[in-house]
């Protein structure tokens, strides 16, 4: 069974302290890993996809990286609207379905 | 791109009564279909999968009688909550992966805002 672990829970910083997140899985077989983002009320919102160990991807202050075990999620000089849910998910080749972490809930104080 | 919609986006009803939501793909075809429902403060959970023109498949411990889905087009999935009770309020979310994704890629999931079910 695939399953998805995520730290820290809840993390707080200040506004322009850089910090990371981590996803830790095990799959059977991974098709990829997805990042999203989820504010209250809302559905999550699609941020990056890794299926190579060694790739990484970037958005404005967000960049994603991949190994074998584990995915990091690295938040350079954040600002307060970055606070959210962040979300991680993976999938395997055996399906399509997505197997979500419980998220971590960044807050980012001004 | 990728955008994904659902109507309503909060309903109230009371207990007994049906409620349906629509989940609609507004800018690609979507032969896919997926419903979650997330608890507060909890992560979100796959109810089912819904593929155009057959049948969904249900998660273990999903009562597929209750939750009905419809997957009638390549840009519309239904899910109806069929007599609510107070237990399923919850917040339901779809999301649909696009038809032309296929191979050995990743195939991403674009999700809905989702639609906030209370049950009187």
């Known amino acids: 069974e695939d399953q998805v672990t995520q730290s820290p829970e809840a993390l707080r910083l200040q506004e322009g302290e850089s910090s990371s997140l981590n996803c830790s899985y095990t799959?059977?077989?991974?098709?990829?890993l997805f990042w999203y983002r989820q504010d209250p009320g809302k559905g999550p919102e699609f941020l990056f996809t890794?299926?190579?160990a060694g790739e990484e991807k970037e958005k404005e202050r967000l960049k994603a990286t991949l190994t074998k075990k584990e995915s990091f999620l690295h938040i350079t000089a954040p600002k307060p609207e970055d606070s959210a849910t962040y979300l991680c998910?993976?999938?395997?080749?055996?399906?399509?379905?997505?197997?979500f972490g419980t998220g971590t809930r960044l807050t980012i104080i001004p | 791109g990728a955008v994904v919609s659902q109507h309503p986006s909060w309903v109230i009803c009371k207990s007994g009564t049906s409620v349906k939501i629509e989940c609609r793909s507004l800018?690609?075809?979507?032969?896919?279909m997926f419903w979650y429902r997330q608890f507060p403060k909890q992560s979100l959970m796959l109810m089912a999968t819904s593929n155009e023109g057959s049948k969904a498949t249900y998660e273990q411990g999903v009562e597929k009688d209750k939750f009905l889905i419809n997957h009638a087009s390549l840009t519309l999935s239904t899910l109806t909550v069929t007599s609510a009770h107070p237990e399923d309020s919850s917040f339901y979310i779809c999301?649909?992966?696009?038809?032309?994704?296929?191979?050995?890629?990743?195939?991403?999931?674009?999700f809905g805002p989702g639609t906030r079910l209370t049950v009187t």
């Open positions: 799959v059977s077989g991974l098709r990829g």
């Open positions: 998910a993976v999938q395997n080749f055996g399906n399509e379905k997505l197997t």
């Open positions: 800018d690609f075809q979507a032969t896919t």
């Open positions: 999301s649909a992966r696009d038809r032309l994704a296929g191979g050995l890629v990743p195939y991403e999931q674009y």
């Open positions: 890794l299926y190579s």
